[in-house]
């Protein structure tokens, strides 16, 4: 792929938080520690090397669940292996169980950790580092993940299953596989053979990216909630996460930033088989909302300790949890995970956990030939093309007619006249000013009305460039946003088998701007 790069900022499509957090704003760097440069890993590498995880829990967690994959690549059994090892850590990065991958920028979270572990072990031969794709498997939003867009058609997975999505049964989604992929299809082979949803992402996750040793993880587990189990009693009984969060929170809003997510007093879910739902204190008695279970302080306590697995937390303490049992060095989301991340350093700080690096995902959008051929004919910049629709289309015709299109001289000229009839107007008659003054609006909006339908006349002219601009638009931008959160990768895939090491190619995880990626497919 050929590729050009351009700042954030520039596109126009990204929050100030964000865009603050790449140019290293000062008054940023309290929220997030070190900025993402291979130069700093060392640094979290010593802090992360003085917090103890129980790496022999993680590995045999993820050997049973890698028990039930089809062909476990030798990469990926020596990385799980490793995990065991002091010297090896983790980059993470997380998703939803979105059906069929969901959107192409979940390829560019994968891809970003992969690359990344490889370039770390090149600058750090003594240390070895493990990518890790955690699924979002106890995520109860099923709506969120239920549909794809697929070359422009919206399928959905018709299924009234509730509680954790990952827990679900995969019943209808091989049917889907046959009419989206194909029976022979990797997403036909997961769906049919695996039990749960959190399964099936794990074996066709595995059969694309196995082979770059990418580690699934389904944190779904007893054994490593139980590693959990001080904070779950922290949060639940005294609820000081809500208090730290909530200032952390204030102080971003102070300076202007929008605040992500909201703590809750109790941030954690009750999971059991069918239900995930909140935990809620009323009157010292711990309710399960949208159920008849209750326990007394008492009885709580007793269910953490004796069944951790049965509370979930939520957005607030699930990066916690993450930290909380892996070796893990840095965490790569998107910009809305970049700034929810700042909100929850003082409870890292509290728990004594190290805060990890924010690698901020790959971001792209894919030009296949077909589209480059337009934006040539167009002779259109790559800035250009995150130019407004109607805009563009403007700017299009102004340039290439050879028509007058603006009457700005004529609209002076006119303001002149208009100003030497009111003063004479008005030495008659103050109120035939007044009268002057509107009339002169209603002329000036003729004037715009007739300079519109000028423009509009110019552009049937040119229907053909108009189409042009449209059918660039609609497939860099589907929905009016952004090609990577809407368009799915089996379409690329499908016609191009070396699609994803190409895409591995393209991106360098350390260069934090947006890729423009001209695909010969």
Not at 1 to 27: H, R, W, Y
Not at 37 to 48: A, H, P, R, S, W
Not at 272 to 300: A, H, P
Not at 504 to 512: G, H, Q, S, V
Request: glycine fraction near 4%; aromatic fraction near 12%.
């Amino acid at each position: 792929m050929k590729v050009a790069c351009i700042n954030f900022s520039e596109t126009g499509l990204f929050a100030p938080i964000f865009n603050d957090f790449i140019q290293q704003k000062e008054e940023l760097k309290n929220f997030y520690y070190r900025y993402p440069t291979l130069d700093v890993f060392q640094d979290q590498i010593t802090e992360k090397s003085k917090h103890s995880v129980n790496r022999e829990a993680l590995v045999n967690v993820l050997e049973s669940q890698y028990a039930q994959v089809s062909k476990v690549e030798e990469l990926v059994e020596k990385n799980i292996k490793s995990l065991g090892n002091q010297k090896t850590f983790t980059l993470t990065t997380g998703h939803q169980l979105n059906i069929f991958t969901g959107p192409l920028y979940f390829h560019f979270k994968i891809i970003t950790v992969i690359n990344a572990c490889n370039q770390l072990k090149a600058k750090y031969p003594d240390y070895n580092f493990v990518p890790i794709y955690w699924m979002a498997s106890e995520d109860h939003d099923l709506d969120e993940i239920r549909s794809v867009h697929v070359e422009g058609k919206k399928y959905k997975w018709n299924t009234e299953q509730m509680g954790a999505v990952g827990r679900m049964k995969t019943d209808g989604l091989d049917e889907l596989a046959k009419e989206i992929a194909g029976e022979k299809s990797i997403f036909y082979h997961a769906y049919s053979k695996s039990e749960n949803l959190a399964d099936a992402v794990r074996e066709y996750v595995n059969r694309f990216y196995g082979e770059y040793g990418l580690v699934v993880l389904d944190a779904d587990h007893a054994a490593l909630k139980s590693e959990f189990k001080d904070i779950i009693k922290e949060d639940i009984l005294y609820n000081k996460p809500n208090q730290l969060v909530e200032k952390q929170s204030g102080r971003l809003d102070e300076m202007g930033y929008k605040t992500q997510t909201y703590p809750r007093e109790i941030n954690f879910f009750y999971l059991k088989e069918g239900i995930r739902e909140r935990i809620v204190k009323e009157d010292n008695v711990y309710k399960v909302l949208e159920t008849d279970l209750q326990f007394s302080e008492e009885e709580i306590r007793a269910e953490i300790e004796n069944h951790p697995d049965r509370f979930s937390p939520n957005v607030i303490l699930r990066p916690v949890y993450q930290e909380a049992i892996l070796p893990n060095l840095s965490y790569t989301g998107g910009p809305a995970e970049v700034a929810y991340w700042m909100q929850l350093t003082p409870i890292f700080e509290h728990f004594k956990i190290p805060f990890p690096i924010q690698l901020p995902r790959n971001f792209g959008m894919i030009i296949p030939n077909k589209i480059g051929h337009k934006i040539k004919k167009l002779k259109l910049r790559e800035l250009d093309l995150f130019t407004e629709r109607e805009l563009l289309k403007k700017q299009i015709t102004k340039k290439i007619t050879a028509q007058k299109l603006n009457l700005n001289e004529e609209r002076q000229q006119l303001k002149l006249l208009l100003s030497e009839i009111k003063q004479y107007a008005g030495d008659i008659d103050t109120t035939l000013s007044q009268m002057t003054e509107a009339e002169t609006e209603k002329i000036s909006n003729s004037i715009d009305k007739i300079e519109k339908k000028m423009m509009a006349a110019e552009k049937r002219k040119h229907s053909d460039k108009m189409r042009q601009i449209d059918e660039i638009k609609d497939f860099l931008f589907p929905g009016n946003g952004l090609q990577e959160r809407k368009a799915n990768f089996l379409p690329f895939y499908k016609s191009d088998d070396k699609f994803i090491k190409k895409l591995m190619k393209a991106f360098d995880p350390f260069n934090l701007q947006f890729y423009i990626m001209r695909w010969d497919g």
